[in-house]
């Protein structure tokens, strides 16, 4: 079947420009299958990344037909449907273009720098300062495994960093991929560093509260992370913390209260601010 690619190709610090290849493919095709024959057929120029092909690495996403999308897994057929393309004297056109929210380095090729930054802001690695040292390595039970089967799929391709509505205006945002990595720590039997992590995303809007709920993460997630849902896990844990500390308070007073009531008359004055 024919094929239009229109790619969106930049240097960096050069405007871009739409360059367009047509290709003869079948629908099993995947996107990167077709960037592969524009690449070893036509152009030799043209810049992307890829390595496993097959949903593994992340290397190879991009933004295809106007959503972030690893191109390896997408393929003609699933892209004709969703473009729903109905004209019989015109090939159907597919537009690829460079993930957004990073810099472009060339073509579909991006600076991932601030991506990998952001993740080793929240220190992605399990805490086991506070335990003393096991004879073996530390064991947990399936249940306890299961926890982290959701948040530790992610393969880090960037696609919901591409689409975060948040990071496209506030840059200090930490990002869906470091908040779903932070929540697989949290859930995580033998980290120790819970408190600490659920403080540092209680700061402004630069930790779970910058997230505007638009969902784009969720939906974009090529492994199910479903990123959106451990921000809000992370907010749940903060607002459970916070209503403790505030019955805390509470129980507090009243411990307060009954000490001036079981006391001289000369306190009774100051009830009514206390309770
Ligand atoms: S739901 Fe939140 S983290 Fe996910 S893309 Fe939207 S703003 Fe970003
Ligand atoms: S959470 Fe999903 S979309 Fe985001 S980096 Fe991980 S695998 Fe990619
Ligand atoms: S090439 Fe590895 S995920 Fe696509």
Same mark, same amino acid.
């Given at each position: 079947m024919k094929?239009?690619?229109?790619?969106?190709?930049?240097?960096?610090?050069?405007?871009?420009?739409?360059?367009?290849?047509?290709?003869d493919?079948?629908?099993s095709a995947?996107i990167?299958? *077709?960037?592969?024959?524009?690449?070893?057929?036509?152009?030799g120029t043209?810049?992307?990344?890829?390595?496993?092909r097959?949903t593994? /690495?992340?290397? /190879?996403?991009?933004?295809i037909?106007?959503?972030?999308?690893?191109?390896c897994?997408?393929?003609v057929?699933?892209?004709?449907?969703?473009?729903?393309?109905?004209?019989?004297?015109?090939?159907p056109?597919?537009?690829?273009?460079?993930?957004?929210?990073l810099?472009?380095?060339?073509?579909?090729?991006?600076n991932?720098?601030?991506?990998?930054?952001?993740l080793? $802001?929240?220190?992605?690695?399990?805490?086991i300062?506070?335990?003393?040292?096991?004879?073996?390595?530390?064991?947990?039970?399936?249940?306890?495994r299961?926890?982290?089967?959701?948040?530790?799929?992610?393969?880090?391709c960037?696609? /919901?960093?591409?689409?975060c509505?948040?990071?496209?205006?506030?840059?200090?945002?930490?990002?869906?991929?470091?908040?779903a990595?932070?929540q697989?720590?949290?859930?995580?039997?033998?980290?120790t $560093?819970t408190?600490?992590?659920?403080? $540092?995303q209680?700061?402004?809007t630069?930790?779970?509260?910058? *997230?505007?709920r *638009?969902?784009?993460?969720?939906?974009?997630?090529?492994?199910?992370?479903?990123?959106?849902?451990?921000?809000?896990?992370i907010?749940?844990?903060?607002l459970d913390?916070?209503?403790?500390?505030d019955s805390?308070?509470?129980?507090h007073?009243?411990?307060l209260?009954n000490?001036?009531?079981?006391?001289?008359?000369?306190?009774?004055?100051?009830?009514?601010?206390?309770l």
């Open positions: 094929i239009q690619f229109k790619i969106l190709r930049q240097k960096s610090n050069k405007r871009p420009h739409l360059q367009t290849y047509n290709l493919v079948g629908l995947t990167l299958d *077709c960037l592969n024959r524009i690449k070893w057929e036509q152009d043209l810049a992307f990344r890829k390595n496993c097959n593994i /690495c992340g290397s /190879c996403s991009m933004i037909n106007g959503r972030s999308a690893l191109a897994k997408e393929n057929g699933g892209e004709l449907k969703k473009l729903r393309h109905s004209r019989k004297d015109t090939p056109t597919m537009i690829i273009a460079p993930l957004e929210n810099p472009v380095v060339k073509d579909l090729v991006v991932m720098s601030h991506f990998w930054r952001k080793e $802001a929240i220190n992605p690695y399990v805490s300062k506070a335990h003393s040292i096991p004879k073996r390595e530390f064991m947990q039970t399936s249940e306890e299961l926890q982290l089967n959701q948040s530790s799929s992610c393969i880090m960037g696609a /919901c960093y591409s689409e509505n948040t990071l496209k205006v506030n840059s200090d945002f930490v990002g869906p991929h470091a908040l990595k932070t697989r720590m949290i859930v995580d039997s033998r980290d $560093a408190d600490t992590r659920i403080e $540092a209680d700061i402004g630069r930790g779970v509260w910058g *997230c505007t *638009c969902h784009f993460c969720n939906v974009v997630c090529p492994m199910g992370v479903f990123p959106m849902d451990q921000i809000s896990y907010k749940q844990k903060i913390r916070k209503d403790s500390q805390r308070v509470i129980r007073r009243k411990v209260v000490l001036v009531k079981q006391g001289d008359g000369s306190m009774s004055v100051s009830l009514d601010y206390l």
